[in-house]
């Protein structure tokens, strides 16, 4: 549940609104749907994506922990969402143009 919620916090940090017309927060596919437009998520990522919305969706729904692999895997993914999303950019400003 902790990396489908990162997942719609960093939509919101890439420019979509919080807040809906209805005072609403988006959904999940709302914010997928954003990081894909923006670039940050690409469609070959996106299976990656279903992923974190599977085993969140099913952490929220039933009380049945969730096993040791898909943990690994959600975490995994959201790094490199995180990773993707917010350290890359600043790295190649780091770097600066080739020489």
Same mark, same amino acid.
């Given at each position: 549940?902790?990396?489908?919620?990162?997942?719609?916090?960093?939509?919101?940090?890439?420019?979509?609104?919080?807040?809906?017309?209805?005072?609403?927060?988006?959904?999940?596919?709302?914010?997928?749907?954003?990081?894909?437009? &923006?670039?940050?998520?690409?469609?070959?990522?996106?299976?990656?994506?279903?992923?974190?919305?599977?085993?969140?969706?099913?952490?929220?729904? &039933?009380?049945?922990?969730?096993?040791?692999?898909?943990?690994?895997?959600?975490?995994?993914?959201?790094?490199?969402?995180?990773?993707?999303?917010?350290?890359?950019?600043?790295?190649?400003?780091?770097?600066?143009?080739?020489?």
């Amino acid at each position: 549940m902790l990396c489908r919620k990162l997942l719609m916090h960093v939509a919101v940090s890439h420019g979509l609104p919080e807040k809906d017309a209805k005072d609403r927060a988006p959904n999940f596919a709302q914010c997928v749907d954003h990081l894909i437009a &923006e670039g940050i998520v690409t469609k070959r990522m996106e299976p990656w994506i279903d992923r974190i919305r599977e085993v969140g969706n099913e952490a929220n729904h &039933e009380l049945v922990p969730v096993g040791k692999d898909s943990a690994l895997d959600v975490a995994m993914f959201t790094q490199k969402l995180l990773e993707l999303a917010y350290e890359m950019d600043d790295t190649m400003a780091k770097v600066g143009p080739p020489q």
